[in-house]
T-cell receptor
Framework: KQEVTQIPAALSVPEGENLVLNCSFT??????LQWFRQDPGKGLTSLLL?????REQTSGRLNASLDKSSGRSTLYIAASQPGDSATYLC?????????????FGGGTRVLVKP | EPEVTQTPSHQVTQMGQEVILRCVPI?????FYWYRQILGQKVEFLVS????????KSEIFDDQFSVERPDGSNFTLKIRSTKLEDSAMYFC??????????FGEGSRLTVL
């Protein structure tokens, strides 16, 4: 059974510092990995999707890497801003046929202090 | 920008009552999902729906749960006889294929 773990559970940084969020998964047979942002009491917003054949994806200040064989992904957020404060979740899909039957990690709660 | 909308945003019900949570997925999406998040716990997959039938479901999605697409726009989750442990935030989501997943804002269910 796939298990997804995110460490640390919480992170506090001063504004301007780069953020590094880690995600690990136990079964390397994944179809894709997605990173989401969740604000308190809100839904999830998709940030980046990495196919299993890809090594990384970039969107603006966000960059996500994927090392499928070792079961790890890292989300980098450059030059953090107070508006980046949120919980960041990673999730994996087991196969194309399973579609978005995702297994989620517990999230990393980020606080960026002005 | 197209979005997934959910109603109600919050529902309080008595144990044993039936609850229906409603969702309007993004119009050109073909795959629909329900997830839930119990307070302080991970987001969990409940069910996926494609071509008017369930394509995947988790162990959580037992006989007390059902989904329906009663018309061309709505996608509903019904809980037949709610239990205390059904209290959670329920998220509807949709996607084109096995790609980027778009979530609604969630429906908070409180069972007393």
């Amino acid at each position: 059974k796939q298990e997804v773990t995110q460490i640390p559970a919480a992170l506090s940084v001063p504004e301007g510092e780069n953020l590094v969020l880690n995600c690990s998964f136990t079964d390397s047979a994944i179809y894709n990995l997605q990173w989401f942002r969740q604000d308190p009491g809100k839904g999830l917003t998709s940030l980046l999707l990495i196919q299993s054949s890809q090594r990384e994806q970039t969107s603006g200040r966000l960059n996500a890497s994927l090392d499928k064989s070792s079961g790890r992904s890292t989300l980098y957020i450059a030059a953090s801003q107070p508006g980046d404060s949120a919980t960041y979740l990673c999730a994996v899909s087991p196969s194309e046929a399973a579609g978005n039957k995702l297994t989620f990690g517990g999230g990393t709660r980020v606080l960026v202090k002005p | 920008e197209p979005e997934v909308t959910q109603t109600p945003s919050h529902q309080v019900t008595q144990m044993g009552q039936e609850v229906i949570l409603r969702c309007v997925p993004i119009s050109n999406h073909l795959y629909f999902y329900w997830y839930r998040q119990i307070l302080g716990q991970k987001v969990e997959f409940l069910v996926s729906f494609y071509n008017n039938e369930i394509s995947e479901k988790s162990e959580i999605f037992d006989d007390q749960f059902s989904v329906e697409r009663p018309d061309g726009s709505n996608f509903t989750l019904k809980i037949r006889s709610t239990k205390l442990e059904d209290s959670a935030m329920y998220f509807c989501a949709s996607s084109e294929l096995a790609g980027e997943l778009f979530f609604g804002e969630g429906s908070r269910l409180t069972v007393l």
